[in-house]
């Protein structure tokens, strides 16, 4: 039996994205309850030289987004990448799950031999069938960012768990 190259990456993003949604929920209720400064919270991060949780929760939507419009054809979305608040960051949640449901089951499926060349920002460019984008690129650097943001989230103290992180399972 085979699997679909939509059905391992739309509904995936989608229920993976909401559960980001409602961790982010769950960290703005513990903020305001502890009177931290969102800012402060958005600026925390595992490690000095990795990304804040402001820039995963982009980092996720990039890699959800930009993966379903290569693999569709479609015209990625753009971001200004400015979100400063957990509220800015939900509705850019909100927009890249919009985006996905314009995505439809026929634009992605068979599109595992697709050609794709990606130019990165240093100007490196590098090619990509429409299976290794999405097996060994986009799901890997999804599932990386969608973690560690649960992850500071949860190591700054905020009572979220692993159903938080999986959202609700698509039907």
């Known amino acids: 039996m085979s699997v679909s190259m939509y059905t391992v990456s739309i509904p995936v993003f989608m229920q993976h994205l909401n559960g980001l949604s409602t961790v982010l929920d769950k960290a703005a209720a513990w903020a305001a309850a502890r009177k931290v400064n969102e800012a402060d919270l958005l600026n925390m991060r595992l490690s000095p030289d990795m990304y804040n949780l402001a820039r995963q929760v982009r980092a996720a939507t990039d890699h959800a987004a930009n993966a379903a419009g290569r693999l569709a ?3 990625l979305p753009k971001f200004a990448n400015d979100e400063t608040t957990i509220g ?6 909100a927009k890249t799950i919009e985006y996905l449901k ?3 089951q026929n634009e992605v499926d068979g599109t595992e031999g697709k050609d794709i060349s990606i130019t990165f ?3 490196n460019t590098r090619q990509f069938t429409g ?3 999405l097996l060994g690129n986009s ?5 990386f ?5 649960y992850d500071i989230v949860r190591h700054c103290g905020v009572e979220v768990g692993k159903r938080d992180f999986m959202g609700t399972p698509p039907a």
């Open 73 to 75: 054809g479609k015209e």
């Open 88 to 93: 800015q960051l939900k509705d850019r949640i």
């Open 102 to 104: 314009s995505v439809k």
């Open 121 to 123: 920002p240093n100007g």
């Open 131 to 133: 299976q290794s984008l």
């Open 139 to 143: 799901l890997p650097n999804f599932w």
């Open 145 to 149: 960012h969608t973690t560690t943001a």
